[in-house]
């Protein structure tokens, strides 16, 4: 199925990876990632770094799935409320989740300057507005819960928010300073390609797998054209995709869409170029690029197939239009690009990250939500750790024996 449709800004401004290495015979490794986007490739890193040998597949061209699509905002903060989400999983466990995302931030900054990988990572402020005032309330609440848990957080009346980022918020907002964007594709493009030359790690594009089989000393794959594979473990990396590897649904699909803007004079930017979103649901949200431009994504609409999600393309792109000048009325914006993506979300909006129950050889790191790539860093890590046999506190948070409580 097809993730994305229009043109993801993000491979016209690095040009699509000339990569193509399709696997031609059977193959015998220690681990097998599945999926080559910005999962795949956080990965692959952390066992790379760890020494342990892996190797990626994926049916299509290096991160051409939903990576490419990502419009990369990095955020502590979970599509799910804190004060929401302490309600669902336990005050204590919804905490860890949003301090562990806080601490995936920096951890991923440490990954591209060790690499070298020239991502676009940026550090920034994040501005989470009320869409009404009613919301004001919602606000309070959380900022009580983030003070006592001691994450980053401010509490700013509209007027301060009009005063400082000349944005035109309809309530209150929560600041804060410890949030990022980057650019995905190149961050995964840029890991894959830093490891196959350093680790001669092995990618193997245009290569489907059809089936995946548990043994007691491993796994065995057939892939789309008759070749097997004999590994120690598999690590499934491909979101929503992994569908087919898992015995039950636990996510619910979702179309977004964005557009970005032609580049904009610097005078015309808010300050400090801060990362914008809001509490309504679905939610708006806005960043820049390194080169002025504005991107806007949002509107969903639940999924039902990919036509459905493209006819719509048109209609949300006017209105996202109509609330960014809303929002920043003497911004002179004219849309240059759109696209509408598929991506994956949970109840509690929180990822799964382990082994399925009865699966010990078969790893899911599937980092559902809005904030996926967050997610992938912790995912990696958790994974890493398992298979090092190095207890990590955070794989319960994640894990999937939370299904049975909360589905």
Not at 30 to 43: E, F, H, K, P, Y
Not at 87 to 92: F, M, V
Not at 154 to 175: M, T
Not at 192 to 207: A, G, I, P, R
Request: charged share 25%; aromatic share 10%; hydrophobic share 35%.
């Amino acid at each position: 199925m097809d993730l994305h449709s229009g043109l993801p800004y993000w491979i016209v401004r690095n040009s699509l990876l000339d990569y193509f290495h399709p696997l031609e015979g059977d193959l015998s490794t220690d681990i097998v990632i599945i999926g080559s986007g910005i999962t795949g490739a956080l990965m692959a890193h952390e066992l790379c770094r760890a020494g342990i040998e892996c190797c990626v597949i994926d049916k299509r061209s290096i991160a051409t799935g939903s990576s490419a699509a990502s419009t990369a905002l990095l955020q502590y903060e979970i599509d799910v409320p804190l004060c929401r989400m302490a309600k669902i999983i336990s005050e204590e466990n919804a905490a860890t989740a949003y301090h562990a995302c806080l601490q995936s931030i920096s951890d991923i900054e440490k990954v591209l300057k060790e690499t070298g990988v020239d991502a676009g990572f940026e550090q920034l402020s994040s501005v989470f507005y009320a869409s009404s005032s009613a919301d004001n309330k919602l606000l309070e609440q959380e900022y009580e819960i983030r003070q006592k848990h001691k994450l980053p957080v401010n509490l700013l009346k509209k007027q301060e928010i009009r005063k400082r980022y000349n944005v035109k918020v309809p309530g209150n907002a929560l600041v804060n300073g410890t949030s990022a964007q980057m650019d995905a594709y190149r961050a995964a493009t840029g890991l894959l390609t830093y490891h196959m030359k350093k680790n001669s790690l092995q990618v193997f594009t245009h290569t489907d797998i059809k089936k995946c089989t548990e043994t007691p000393d491993g796994c065995i794959m057939i892939t789309d054209k008759g070749h097997k594979i004999k590994c120690g473990y598999v690590i499934v990396a491909t979101g929503f995709e992994a569908e087919q590897f898992l015995p039950q649904k636990i996510m619910d699909l979702t179309s977004t869409y964005a557009l970005i803007s032609h580049p904009v004079a610097t005078e015309y930017l808010w300050p400090e170029h801060c990362l914008i979103w809001e509490t309504a649901d679905p939610y708006l949200y806005i960043r820049t690029t390194d080169g002025n431009r504005i991107i806007v994504g949002g509107e969903d609409e639940k999924f039902s197939d990919p036509e459905h999600r493209d006819s719509l393309l048109r209609k949300k792109i006017r209105i996202l239009e109509k609330k960014i000048r809303k929002l920043f009325p003497d911004i002179p914006f004219k849309t240059e690009m759109t696209w509408c993506g598929t991506f994956s979300n949970t109840k509690d909006g929180l990822p799964f990250i382990g082994n399925w129950p009865d699966k010990e050889r078969i790893f899911f790191d599937l980092g559902y939500g809005g904030n996926g790539i967050t997610f992938s860093m912790i995912g990696a890590q958790i994974i890493c750790h398992m298979l090092q046999g190095v207890k990590d506190e955070r794989s319960h948070v994640f894990g999937y024996d939370r299904i049975e409580k909360y589905w």
